[in-house]
């Protein structure tokens, strides 16, 4: 039995019907009780919206990002406990287009790791390489120094309360997905990055995502490859019929036992 974590990352896409349309259709599609969990992360302004109608179903509902403060004199920016009070569990945190656009450093990111972990929510921290650092040869050099610096100072028990994101610059919202391949060695290399760091045991239960133009066409290649427990999905998150066909994917591989899964606190 393996568990997934299915997150649909929706970026600045959906006026509040279209979030209401889509978290409708979605959230009739997620597991009851599984080992699957589904998450939708719509623009901050049709989270309350999307967790309204998540109430009472299996869907769960994130949001895209934060800030690390709890409140004051950050003119644009929201916080966590604004996200947590209407409806939050997860937040995606250090995406390829926030450290690229908006010029977030590991350092902004680690800072907002520490704080989602202190409000109890589960953290998403994206990590991946540009092209020209894979093509370099440096694509662990970028993988480790990203680690390194966005958790740093997070205590070894709280390490699998952290999903870790892989998504390699060059794949996402390209249509050109990382092969077998490197998304197995990719994500091999995550899991004893942080077998050194916290040992096995805890290593296992952390949730290694793949990200970049994983769709309905290469879900079932993609998840069944070992060492990735599930996907943060932009472009086919926001056609309900591919997200579903996702969720199925992962439901038929999970040999989903109706279990509920071992742990709430983010872990597996
Ligand atoms: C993403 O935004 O995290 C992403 C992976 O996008 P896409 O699935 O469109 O490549």
């Not at 009070?85 to 926030?98: K, L, M, P, Q, V």
């Not at 879900?219 to 070992?226: H, N, R």
């Amino acid at each position: 039995m393996r568990n997934y974590l299915i997150a649909g990352n929706w970026k600045m896409n959906t006026t509040i019907s279209e979030a209401r349309d889509l978290a409708k259709a979605v959230s009739k599609s997620a597991p009851h009780n599984g080992n699957v969990i589904v998450l939708g992360c719509p623009p901050f302004v049709n989270i309350q919206a999307v967790a309204e109608i998540a109430k009472g179903t299996h869907l769960k509902v994130g949001a895209q990002n934060c800030y690390f403060e709890k409140k004051g004199a950050y003119t644009g920016e929201v916080s966590i406990d604004m996200l947590k009070a209407i409806g939050c569990d997860y937040i995606i945190i250090g995406h390829s287009e926030r450290r690229a656009i908006f010029c977030e450093s590991n350092e902004l990111i680690n800072k907002k790791v520490i704080a989602i972990l202190a409000s109890g929510l589960t953290p998403i921290l994206c990590i991946g390489e540009t092209l020209d650092e894979r093509n370099a040869g440096k694509t662990f050099d970028v993988l480790k120094t990203q680690l390194d610096g966005c958790l740093a100072g997070v205590a070894v028990e709280d390490i699998p309360k952290v999903v870790v994101a892989y998504e390699p610059v060059w794949a996402i919202g390209t249509g050109v997905s990382a092969t077998s391949n490197e998304v197995s060695e990719a994500h091999a290399w995550l899991r004893n990055y942080f077998v050194d760091k916290c040992g096995d045991f805890t290593a296992k239960k952390i949730y290694l995502l793949y990200g970049g133009s994983l769709s309905d066409a290469n879900a079932k290649e993609t998840l069944a490859i070992d060492n990735v427990d599930g996907g943060l999905i932009g472009g086919a998150a926001l056609v309900a019929e591919k997200f579903i066909t996702i969720i199925n994917t992962a439901v038929e591989l999970a040999g989903d036992t109706g279990a509920a899964p071992s742990c709430c606190c983010g872990c597996k």
